[in-house]
């Protein structure tokens, strides 16, 4: 399983931005699809998910700004980032949790990341 990004750049405070991220490979049935971001010094966290029951999940600092969905007909994930602030500078990796075919044991990885940078 491989994961392509695009999206991101310098946007100003209070701009938009989208990140969309598509999964390829064979053989392998999707659990969720989300993006984590990481600045440095800090640990990577969680932005926001969304599993193949549409069942979301966002950090407290992006509800109500960030909205996440996806088509995994398409394998592709799309977060949309609204009302941009400039601690939203990050690093933003798309994250997928995977499994293969007739198999049991969950596998994740995140793929490489996209710049996003929020000036004042």
């Known amino acids: 399983v491989q994961l392509q990004a695009c999206g991101g750049g310098l946007v100003q405070a209070g701009g938009s931005v989208t990140l969309s991220c598509a999964a390829s490979g064979t053989g392998f049935s999707i659990e969720s699809m989300g993006w984590f971001r990481q600045t440095p010094g800090k640990q990577r966290e969680l932005v926001a998910t969304?599993?193949?029951?549409?069942?979301?999940d966002y950090t407290d600092s992006v509800q109500g700004r960030f909205f996440i969905s996806a088509k995994y007909d398409q394998k592709t994930v799309t977060l949309r980032m609204n009302s941009l602030k400039p601690e939203d500078t990050a690093v933003y990796s798309c994250?997928?949790?995977?499994?293969?075919?007739?198999?049991?044991?969950?596998?994740?990885?995140w793929g490489q990341g996209t710049l996003v940078t929020v000036s004042s």
């Open positions: 994250h997928i949790r995977w499994r293969y075919w007739g198999r049991t044991f969950m596998r994740e990885h």
């Open positions: 969304v599993d193949t029951a549409g069942k979301t």
